[in-house]
């Protein structure tokens, strides 16, 4: 197809003019595939329109959260129905005890649930509640993986860091930067030597079970339990990062998925049904440190938001009244990521295809892809020349090689199959 871009041509211009860089989180940018990015005016079902009037079948669905896709009528309804009762109190509310309620119910391991208003903020605020409960000052952090914007995570993060190349960010302190250990992911003896060479200073291991924002990347048999034997053994607050995979993967996230569990779990926007909301929860015993009731302080006052909470009560409780939902998922998402590797293996490309449940990256790279080295062997090049060719098929993908695609229960049949065909046009010509 044709793509008009006047519009979001001029929006971007504008966008420079009062915006840095145009855009309100970097990867928006469309720096690492070419071209300017469009400006999205609504989206319905699995279908996202511009300011011009194009229509695309996407695969970001908000970075995760739009599970049901776009537009949810029963979202859309609870969102309309807590608005009239006034979008901000700064008091608790009915709603904050029901999603709590749902969420420790749907993820066993979480006895006690704080909300916060973003996934940046939950890592945050688990960092600073597992140094509080152990006394210690470390955290380690996985190469690669990404846990939001605050200092103590900005060092070999993934996400827009890695799609921009910038392997730490100017403004993390000295003082901030030591105190975060850095260990490759999925190497248990990295992480068991690290470990053993800071005793008693370790205060969390954080880390993505399934990280996505490296590309979807998934963990070696046997790691995530070796990691939570590990904590087990020197004290240490076992932390996963569920805010992409978080009811995604399964209504108890990726720790259901592999039957290993977190003494904390940092939650996002996909609890909020895709409004600005995040959560960590976990162990009562280290949740108690939280203030008021223990002495780790932590607050906001959007923290729990009426209307932001509506939107996700409505997502958990249709994701738990319809465990069909995950069934239709990995069945969609399987047809589709398996029409896109018989195309592959058609044309003889090289490539390495990740793919679990509805999350699936497309590495254009000969290698297993299973930590941030192996990703980095990926043709960045061929990845834009793909982004673009899928664009102008009407095809939206994630404009960074370094980020897991998501799909949505919205996603019929017939425009799966138009994703594959229009992988086979692309895929063809990049071969020729
Ligand atoms: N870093 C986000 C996903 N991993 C992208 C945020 C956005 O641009 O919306």
């Known amino acids: 197809m044709t793509i008009q871009k006047s519009n979001s041509q001029s929006l971007f211009g504008n966008a420079k003019q009062f915006i840095p860089g145009g855009v309100n989180s970097p990867v928006r940018a469309f720096k690492a ?47 309309i129905e807590a608005i009239k009762g006034s979008v901000s109190f700064g008091a608790p509310t009915a709603r904050e005890v029901e999603i709590a309620e749902l969420i420790c119910e749907m993820v066993p391991s979480i006895e006690k649930v704080r909300m916060v208003n973003s996934g940046t903020e939950a890592a945050m605020s688990v960092a600073r509640l597992a140094r509080g409960y152990t006394g210690r000052d470390k955290i380690v952090k996985m190469e690669g993986h990404y846990h939001g914007h605050a200092d103590s995570f900005l060092i070999a993060a993934g996400s827009g860091l890695a799609t921009n190349g910038v392997p730490n960010s100017p403004g993390v302190t000295e003082g901030t930067a030591k105190d975060t250990l850095l260990v490759p992911y ?49 004290g240490i607050v076992l932390v996963f990062d569920e805010v992409m995979t978080g009811f995604r993967l399964a209504p108890g996230g990726a720790q259901e ?89 058609d044309l003889q490309l090289p490539y390495t295809m ?40 009407g095809v939206y993908l994630a404009p960074s090689q370094y980020e897991s695609l998501f799909v949505s229960s919205a996603l019929t049949e017939a425009q799966a199959d138009q994703v594959i065909e229009a992988n086979r046009r692309v895929l063809t010509a990049m071969h020729g």
């Open 186 to 234: 999925n190497n248990l003896e990295a992480v068991e030597q690290l470990v053993a060479a800071h005793p008693k200073q370790i205060a969390a291991i954080l880390l993505e079970p399934v990280p996505g924002n490296m590309g979807c990347v998934l963990p070696k048999p046997g790691y995530l339990e070796g990691l939570r034997a590990l904590c087990d053994r020197e």
């Open 33 to 79: 595939v070419g071209g300017d990015p469009l400006f999205i005016k609504s989206a319905k079902g699995a279908v996202l329109t511009d300011e011009d009037g194009n229509d695309f079948i996407e695969l970001i669905n908000s970075w995760g959260p739009m599970i049901l896709g776009h537009a949810h009528e029963g979202i859309e309804a609870a969102v």
């Open 257 to 345: 998925v592999f039957g290993v569990t977190p003494d904390i779990t940092a939650l996002g926007k996909i609890i909020g049904g895709g409004m600005p909301v995040g959560a960590y929860g976990g162990k009562k015993e280290i949740m108690d440190f939280v203030s008021p009731q223990g002495p780790v302080y932590q607050a906001g006052t959007l923290s729990g938001n009426p209307v932001a909470m509506a939107a996700g009560l409505a997502m958990l409780q249709h994701l738990k009244q319809h465990p069909e939902v995950y069934e239709y998922l990995q069945s969609i998402t399987y047809r589709m990521v398996s029409g896109i590797k018989q195309i592959l293996e």
């Open 354 to 393: 990740n793919h679990i449940g509805s999350m699936y990256s497309l590495f254009f790279t000969d290698q297993q892809v299973v930590d941030f080295d192996t990703a980095q062997t990926t043709d960045t090049e061929r990845f834009g020349q793909y982004f673009r060719g899928m664009l102008e098929e």
